[in-house]
């Protein structure tokens, strides 16, 4: 059977959009970076749950290993 699937749906770049190949960023950095913009939107979104496994997510970040 076929299905029509949406590319945005899946996450899926369309031939038309483009990706950024420069100097590749440290993971650890951007992952860290990240979770502070969605800790600040749960710490004002109230949401004390999501603002508690942020900040473990973030302690566990900031102990990784690096090269």
Known sequence: MNHIVEPR?????????HVSLGVPQDP????????????AAAHEAGQ????????????????APRQ
Request: hydrophobic share 55%; charged share 20%.
């Open 48 to 63: 004390d749950d999501a603002v508690r496994l942020l900040h473990a997510v973030t302690a566990l970040l900031s102990a």
């Open 28 to 39: 650890i950095a951007a992952a860290t970076h990240a979770i502070e913009r969605i800790l």
């Open 9 to 17: 749906r899946l996450g899926m770049l369309r031939p038309s959009e």
